[in-house]
């Protein structure tokens, strides 16, 4: 009888733990939304455009009195919002994991998010300070709410589950991107056959996304379970905790390691991602759907590549995997500066090379490092984490346009991010994980 019991609550145990992954997924089907069409699509070239139309004869806008080319408004916006991101996130990682509530720090962080976005709806005219003041909200909201969920992995998904529960949430992420896109494209593409504006199509696209993202929050609230914190959090909130974060974080250099070389590599990813259309039109001279359609293809198979990649590891370990991916991204951009000019079908193939490595290394570096976290602390040293992801990317685009600048070649600038992705491979294959994972007080899973 003994036994049944045990088997019994082992059974339900795991029941549970599925339950709360599941739910766990549905955040990026939620919020990855924003991320395809509202900050990848269609807000960057409406709001230069609404800024514009506000702009005086010189071609500048006046937010707070200070001029602005209005051609630079929205790139502006994304740089306060992640200021404000890095301002905040720890903060929130702090107070997380000292009282071990984070489900009403993700729903606020969810919902603030969906409301700035659907209220890009009203964004039209010459609006651009409404636009701006949306953005820095909604961007903000967003990297504190993907701060809060990564901090819930080693929470849902014992060691050995990890690669391919992480690998799971990318994919559902780029899926609900794929879906909302096509149908964002329809709508924008035919938006005469139902009775809307180019402009309005636009608006509806941008306000439907912050509806999703509010809609499928519902899922992961219902469904993930808040715990007690596991260690003595000390009371000092603030900066304060957050000196006391960094200064801690010293006793755990591998995992310091770790995050140094995620930093170089995925500034190269994330300029990739931010500079292929500039390089698609400019040195390639391919036209906007052709561009768009790219990037819906990069969205469609970054879900079999998350997947793949997570297959992957459970045979040659996480690190490997990451690592051969970097070889990939080598091999993509090398690829890249060979391209000829207006073959957009040789600009879907090198589409093809990102979205299959894109899903799969930011998976499998999500789980790599949840294993290098000590108990406990997720939030705080997830907000490292995120922090490295959206507020240090920067030295990529500085790189690629100073290579531009000197240059004049996009191709140049494009080859020159090769750099970020040989760097990072060394420095990722000096960390020794397993040492790593144990030194963090974590169980060392058998492929890691």
Not at 62 to 76: E, I, K, Q, T
Not at 213 to 224: H, K
Not at 295 to 311: C, D, E, F, I, S
Not at 385 to 410: A, K
């Amino acid at each position: 009888m003994g036994t049944d019991t045990v088997r019994a609550e082992a059974a339900a145990d795991t029941a549970g733990r599925r339950r709360q992954q599941r739910g766990w997924y549905f955040y990026d089907w939620a919020c990855s939304v924003y991320s395809t069409s509202v900050v990848t699509v269609f807000l960057g070239p409406y709001l230069t455009a609404v800024a514009e139309r506000a702009a005086d004869a010189d071609g500048y806008v006046h937010p707070l009195g200070v001029p602005v080319r209005a051609g630079s408004f929205f790139a502006y916006s994304v740089s306060l919002s992640v200021i404000l991101a890095v301002v905040v996130m720890p903060l929130v990682g702090s107070l997380a994991d000292r009282t071990g509530r984070k489900k009403p720090l993700l729903a606020a962080a969810a919902y603030t998010g969906a409301a700035a976005t659907t209220g890009m709806f009203f964004l039209d005219g010459d609006r651009y300070l409404l636009g701006g003041l949306l953005l820095v909200v909604a961007n903000a909201a967003q990297s504190v709410g993907m701060m809060l969920y990564n901090s819930y992995l080693p929470q849902i998904a014992p060691p050995e589950e990890r690669d391919a529960v992480s690998s799971r949430g990318w994919a559902f992420g780029y899926a609900a991107g794929s879906t909302v896109l096509v149908a964002n494209l329809v709508l924008y593409s035919a938006h005469d056959s139902f009775g809307l504006t180019e402009t309005a199509a636009v608006r509806v696209c941008l306000a439907s996304a912050g509806l999703w993202w509010g809609a499928f929050t519902v899922v992961p609230l219902r469904r993930l379970r808040d715990r007690h914190a596991r260690v003595e959090r000390s009371a000092a909130p603030g900066f304060r905790q957050l000196a006391a974060t960094v200064r801690e974080m010293r006793r755990y250099p591998l995992t310091l390691s770790f995050l140094l070389a995620y930093l170089v590599y995925n500034d190269g990813i994330q300029t990739v991602i931010t500079q292929a259309s500039v390089y698609g039109s400019q040195e390639l001279g391919l036209g906007q759907s052709t561009l768009i359609t790219a990037v819906l293809l990069v969205q469609v198979l970054a879900v079999a590549g998350a997947l793949a990649m997570g297959r992957l590891a459970r045979t040659y370990g996480a690190q490997r995997t990451i690592l051969g991916s970097l070889v990939a991204w080598t091999a993509t951009l090398a690829a890249g500066y060979f391209l000829p000019a207006r073959a957009p079908v040789f600009f879907f193939v090198l589409a093809a090379g990102i979205g299959l490595v894109l899903g799969g290394s930011q998976a499998l570096s999500r789980s790599l490092f949840s294993h290098l976290v000590p108990p406990g602390k997720e939030a705080e040293y997830f907000s490292a984490y995120e922090l490295s992801d959206r507020g240090m990317s920067w030295l990529g685009p500085l790189l690629f346009g100073m290579t531009y600048q000197l240059t004049g070649s996009y191709r140049s600038a494009i080859i020159s991010l090769v750099a970020f992705f040989v760097i990072g491979f060394a420095l990722l294959a000096r960390v020794p994980v397993r040492r790593a994972i144990g030194a963090a007080g974590n169980p060392v899973p058998e492929k890691i």
